[in-house]
C-alpha cells in the first residue's frame, strides 16, 4: 500500500513561484514512478509532469507543454520525497495539483495518462492571482 500526502500550495501572485511536495510512504519507493497532475472544476485531470524511477536508470522527467520551462519535477528517494518547483506562475495554473504513485513499470507512451497510476494524494491548491 501506498500512500502520499502533498503540501506546498497556497496563494500567489502571477511570475511568483511555488514549490510543492510530496511525501510517500513504501519501502520501495525509489521503484516508483511518481507524477504530477491537476485539475480545475469541470475539466478533466490533467497531466503535469512524471519522473521515473531511479534504480540503476538515469532519472528523466517529463512535461506538458504548458509547463515545460516553468516547472520542474524532482525526486529525493532517501526522503521518499518528491517535489515539484513551479516558477513564472500564471493565473491558468491554478488548480488542485495531485500526487501520483505507480508502482509497476509505465511505458513512456502512458507516463502521462492518469489512469496508469494506481496511487493518489488528497491533493493541494494552488491559487495564481492576476
Known amino acids: 500500500q501506498v500512500q502520499l500526502v502533498e503540501s506546498g500550495g497556497g496563494l500567489v501572485q502571477a511570475g511568483g513561484s511555488l514549490r510543492l511536495s510530496c511525501a510517500a510512504s513504501g519501502r520501495t519507493f525509489s521503484a516508483y514512478t511518481m507524477g504530477w497532475f491537476r485539475q480545475t472544476p469541470g475539466k478533466e485531470r490533467e497531466f503535469v509532469a512524471a519522473i521515473r524511477w531511479s534504480g540503476s536508470v538515469s532519472i528523466y522527467p517529463y512535461y506538458a507543454d504548458s509547463v515545460k520551462g516553468r516547472f520542474t519535477i524532482s525526486r529525493d528517494n532517501a526522503k521518499n520525497m518528491v517535489y515539484l518547483q513551479m516558477n513564472s506562475l500564471k493565473p491558468e495554473d491554478t488548480a488542485v495539483y495531485y500526487c501520483?504513485?505507480?508502482?509497476?513499470?509505465?511505458?513512456?507512451?502512458?507516463?502521462?495518462?492518469?489512469?496508469?497510476?494506481?496511487?493518489w494524494g488528497q491533493g493541494t491548491q494552488v491559487t495564481v492571482s492576476s
Open positions: 501520483a504513485a505507480s508502482t509497476s513499470f509505465i511505458a513512456t507512451i502512458q507516463i502521462r495518462l492518469q489512469e496508469t497510476y494506481g496511487y
